[in-house]
């Protein structure tokens, strides 16, 4: 994710914050301070709010590390500050694996505070006085946090679709019908539950404005996406190989490329030497290579050189996931390490809306 700092890869895998995370500490410290606290009292609070990310560091992790139990990756994980994200590759298709997945980061905050309470316990610093709970001091630091790890899981658990709860409900309503009538019915309910969200934060918290916002974006690029894999699925990328374009040479000068853009519909071209492939150029990259060199510059010179290519036999949802993920437009296909076709973002959308109007 742009703008986001590596924090490090526990078991391999990226941990990144985003820079929008200040905001939250930000808002932490303007808080205090209309309180009046002093500094000791707002170092304890700021310390508290990294607390609750490290605890959902590891409920992300968590769904991570299921998730690779059922040969599914994690990108990275990325801390914003409505939370923790992780990036699987895909949820699993089988709803029991789904909802082991889905039930893994709640059950890390129910395992955290299940140890701060016995620690507590044994500590006897279990103490329940209401005045207790007025600020963030070193005695009741440990205390609150359990309380933080409780209502974490509490709210993950609510069957607002893409949360965790949400998945939950989907996993289990697609034991009974099929993942695109649970993913429907899913993310209307998510969206429900957003609205009243939405409402509670206008009068409790604005933050929960944002996250209502985005359990309604996510609950619907999600039934999306489910939507596409399920009409993609049983397909390759031979089924959309485009054959008809025009390789350029990396010796050509950026001028032809120029004459090709504007006689035909073609604006992403394929630069290949010696029967391999060597670069991509897009409309994009013509411009700003006109910007910076003469007509007779070298396709060489502004050409991308990292090429994502996909064998011939590759799943038409897997490949077109990943293009969407990597916001690749175009990929060469390949069979028998030799090029066979192209296949573009536009043709794969234009193939799913020709799909779905045939199963209509």
């Given at each position: 994710?742009?703008?986001?700092?590596e924090?490090?890869?526990?078991?391999g895998?990226?941990?990144?914050?985003?820079?929008?995370f200040?905001?939250?500490?930000?808002?932490?410290?303007?808080?205090?301070?209309?309180q009046?606290?002093?500094?000791?009292?707002?170092?304890?609070s700021?310390?508290?709010?990294?607390?609750?990310?490290?605890?959902?560091?590891?409920?992300?992790?968590?769904?991570?590390l299921?998730?690779r139990?059922?040969?599914?990756?994690?990108?990275?994980?990325?801390?914003?500050p409505?939370?923790g994200?992780?990036?699987?590759?895909?949820?699993?298709?089988?709803?029991?694996?789904?909802?082991?997945?889905?039930l893994?980061?709640?059950?890390m905050?129910v395992?955290?505070?299940l140890?701060?309470?016995?620690?507590?316990?044994?500590?006897?610093?279990?103490?329940l006085?209401?005045?207790?709970?007025?600020?963030?001091?070193?005695?009741?630091?440990?205390?609150?946090?359990?309380?933080?790890?409780?209502?974490?899981?509490?709210?993950?658990?609510?069957p607002?679709?893409?949360?965790?709860?949400g998945?939950?409900?989907?996993?289990?309503?697609?034991?009974?019908?099929?993942?695109?009538?649970?993913?429907?019915?899913?993310m209307?309910?998510?969206?429900?539950f957003?609205?009243?969200?939405?409402?509670?934060g206008?009068?409790?918290?604005?933050?929960?404005?944002?996250i209502?916002?985005?359990?309604?974006?996510?609950?619907?690029?999600?039934?999306e996406?489910?939507?596409?894999t399920s009409?993609?699925?049983?397909?390759?990328?031979?089924?959309?190989?485009m054959?008809?374009?025009?390789?350029?040479?990396p010796?050509?000068?950026?001028?032809?490329?120029?004459?090709?853009?504007?006689?035909?519909?073609?604006?992403?071209?394929?630069?290949?030497?010696?029967?391999?492939?060597?670069?991509?150029?897009?409309?994009?990259?013509?411009?700003?290579?006109?910007?910076?060199?003469?007509?007779?510059?070298?396709?060489?010179?502004?050409?991308?050189?990292?090429?994502?290519?996909?064998?011939?036999?590759?799943?038409?949802?897997?490949?077109?996931e990943?293009?969407r993920n990597?916001?690749?437009?175009?990929?060469?296909?390949?069979?028998n390490?030799?090029?066979a076709?192209?296949?573009?973002?536009?043709n794969i959308?234009?193939?799913?809306?020709?799909?779905?109007?045939m199963?209509?």
């Open positions: 994710m742009k703008y986001a700092v924090l490090g890869k526990p078991f895998i990226r941990v990144s914050v985003h820079w929008t200040l905001l939250i500490i930000a808002w932490v410290v303007f808080i205090d301070l209309q009046g606290l002093n500094l000791s009292q707002i170092a304890y700021v310390l508290f709010v990294l607390s609750i990310f490290v605890c959902v560091v590891l409920h992300e992790l968590s769904h991570s299921m998730a139990r059922y040969g599914i990756n994690t990108r990275g994980i990325t801390l914003l409505i939370g994200v992780a990036d699987l590759e895909r949820m699993p298709d089988d709803p029991r694996q789904e909802l082991a997945v889905s893994a980061g709640p059950l905050n395992a955290i505070a140890l701060l309470w016995i620690f507590l316990s044994v500590a006897g610093a279990m103490k006085e209401p005045g207790n709970f007025q600020e963030i001091t070193h005695s009741n630091f440990l205390m609150i946090l359990m309380f933080a790890n409780i209502m974490l899981a509490v709210f993950n658990l609510v607002a679709f893409p949360l965790d709860g998945r939950v409900f989907r996993s289990l309503l697609a034991l009974k019908m099929s993942r695109d009538d649970a993913t429907y019915v899913a209307n309910i998510g969206k429900v957003a609205f009243f969200i939405a409402i509670w206008i009068y409790a918290n604005p933050f929960l404005i944002f209502a916002i985005f359990i309604y974006i996510g609950a619907q690029r999600e039934y996406m489910v939507k596409y009409v993609l699925s049983g397909y390759t990328v031979n089924d959309v190989l054959h008809e374009y025009t390789p350029l040479h010796d050509d000068p950026i001028k032809r490329a120029v004459d090709i853009l504007l006689d035909g519909p073609e604006q992403r071209f394929i630069v290949v030497e010696d029967d391999r492939v060597k670069g991509i150029l897009t409309r994009n990259d013509i411009i700003q290579g006109l910007m910076q060199y003469d007509q007779e510059t070298e396709v060489r010179r502004i050409m991308n050189t990292q090429v994502t290519t996909f064998p011939a036999d590759t799943s038409l949802e897997k490949a077109y990943q293009m990597q916001q690749i437009t175009m990929a060469p296909v390949m069979k390490e030799q090029l076709g192209l296949i573009d973002l536009d959308n234009e193939f799913l809306m020709v799909r779905r109007a199963r209509r």
